[in-house]
Structure formats: structure tokens, C-alpha cells
Nanobody, 121 residues
Framework: QARLVESGGGLVQAGGSLRLSCTDTGSIFAINEMGWYRQAPWKQRELVATITTGGITTYAYSAKGRFTLSSDHAKNTVFLQLNHLQPQDPAVYYC???????????????WGQGTLVTVSS
């Protein structure tokens, strides 16, 4: 079954780093944008970073200067490098992709199941 496959979450000390990856195995016929959102307990899901197939990236203010989003379009994969992780960063990080659903057109957005990032002080 086509879906977004995420990996890379885990436990890290404050100031440490993690690298998340996400691959679309065939959910979307033509991807326009991929990226990451996160949701901490008792909070709404929020943007972390997105990237278009044209290479335009958008970062949340909290991510700028610490997180880097990159992509391998040929493999329908995005990578989120998380550096200088802080106590405000723990959350479930969700991969996101949107684009054309099939050759006849139509819009589709797909979410991964999420990967947990935990930061210890």
C-alpha cells in the first residue's frame, strides 16, 4: 500500500541532533510539496518546514537556523536535519506530501503516521 514512510526519530540530549527522513512510496502521482509538521502534547499541529519540487523551502520561525530541510525528488524523499535540539522541540513529527493524485488530476494530501522526537535536559 502506498504511503509515507518515516524514520529517524528518537531520544537525544539537549543540544544534540537527529535526522528524519520520509519517502513517498507511491501515494501521489505528481508531488508538488513535501515537508514536516509537529505536534506536542496538548498543542495544535504546527509547521516545521516544507519544500516544493522547485526547491522553495519554508521554515517556521522556531526552525530557522537550527533545522534544515532537503529533498531527493527522484526518490520522493525529504530529509529534516534537526540540530541544537531544545526542550521546546519534543513532539511527534509528521511527514506531509501534497500533489496531483492521479493522471486525471485532482488534489491529494497525505500524512505519515509520525515519528517521536524526545529531548532530555
Amino acid at each position: 500500500q502506498a504511503r509515507l514512510v518515516e524514520s529517524g526519530g528518537g531520544l537525544v540530549q539537549a543540544g544534540g541532533s537527529l535526522r528524519l527522513s520520509c519517502t513517498d512510496t507511491g501515494s501521489i502521482f505528481a508531488i508538488n510539496e513535501m515537508g514536516w509538521y509537529r505536534q506536542a502534547p496538548w498543542k495544535q499541529r504546527e509547521l516545521v518546514a516544507t519544500i516544493t519540487t522547485g526547491g522553495i523551502t519554508t521554515y517556521a520561525y522556531s526552525a530557522k537556523g537550527r533545522f534544515t530541510l532537503s529533498s531527493d525528488h527522484a526518490k520522493n524523499t525529504v530529509f529534516l536535519q534537526l540540530n541544537h535540539l531544545q526542550p521546546q522541540d519534543p513532539a511527534v513529527y509528521y511527514c506531509y506530501a501534497e500533489g496531483v493524485s492521479d493522471p486525471t488530476g485532482g488534489f491529494l494530501e497525505v500524512w505519515g503516521q509520525g515519528t517521536l522526537v524526545t529531548v532530555s535536559s
